[in-house]
């Protein structure tokens, strides 16, 4: 097969620090090339694939101190998807629905993972506006909010096991905390779950500019408040095994509809059960009693942590391998490519088109 995988351009694929759908994208494109696959990717020109690479921006955004506005750089990447869109079995964007009004000649041979939250008003009239574009879900309760669109499945995350080695017997007594710093993602909860169980707290987080005022006014006071806490800001591939592996636990004690929450499945493949409020996603990745512990309340939540401590940290891993492998990600997109309609039909025309080339320069 042929296919496009069209990536965010704010981070590099895969990123050198946060950044959970290039991650995913870079999983799957590199899995892909290895059952072999034709595959290019559409990204920041720092990316680092086996795939063919097309450059749409020098480097990440992100990252480049130049870039105020991403739109125009993701538009013109649409652009060079769309007039190239004839060289592809099958296109499979990661950047929510900006392309829905340039795709309508080629959409039977596309598909769109949602990876963001689905519960905002202002998603509901562009939805129904395109019910037709094939969209693929992160997890079932992430739909919920959706009106009828054209759902071509659901596919939970994978990671590649090797990346993030099975740690059976953790270096560190303490409690961890990954991701972004952001009221949803609950790092206040975190740091009163390990102050009241009397347990120290690592966070490893990102401040993002619209999230600088909730980190001064409310974490960074906590931090600062409490000894056993300490902050040591965003992490990067390479320490993610370390930072996660010799945990205790991760704390992932959010307050919204997460729509997957990488980092657990993360946690889970060091071996390292979390702790997880029964939010969005959650009750999906996480096998209660198995990976991790679902709780409701803050109280629960402390009251479970000894629980949550005495699970099986190679039952945590197993689970991971069971569900969470990229391998596994791989076939179920596999297997939703091959039923999208206009999928076969252009690979069997190309395929009759490249007999009628190679006959006419054989003749």
Known sequence: ??????????????PKLYGGTERIVSYLT??????????????????????????????????NPEV??????????????????????VLHFHIEFLHFPLIRDFADRTVTTLHARLDLPDLQPFYRAFPDIPVVSISENQRLPMPPVNWRGTVHHGLDPNVLPFTQTPSGNYLAFLGRISPEKGPDRAIEIAARAGMPLKIAA???????????????????????????????ESQKADFLGNAATLLF??????PFGLVMIEAMACGTPVLAFRYGSAPEVIEDGVSGILVDTLEEAVESLGRTLELDRQKVRQSFDRRFTAERMTRDYLEIYKNLPGAHKHATSAHSEERKRVGLEAA
């Open 253 to 258: 004690p959010i307050d919204w509809p997460e």
């Open 30 to 63: 590199e899995e892909l090339v290895r059952l072999g696959h034709d595959v290019t990717l559409f990204a920041s020109g720092d990316s680092l694939t086996t795939a063919k690479l097309v450059p749409c921006s020098d480097v990440a955004l992100r990252l």
């Open 68 to 89: 105020l506005d991403f739109l125009p750089y993701h538009v013109a990447m649409v652009e060079e998807v769309r007039s190239r869109a004839y060289e592809f079995d």
């Open 206 to 236: 990102k401040v993002d500019a619209q999230d600088r005022d909730y980190w001064e006014a409310v974490v960074e006071p906590l931090v600062a408040r409490h000894s056993n806490v300490e902050f040591i800001g965003e992490i990067d």
């Open 1 to 14: 097969m042929k296919i496009a995988q069209i990536a965010p351009l704010a981070e590099r694929v895969p």
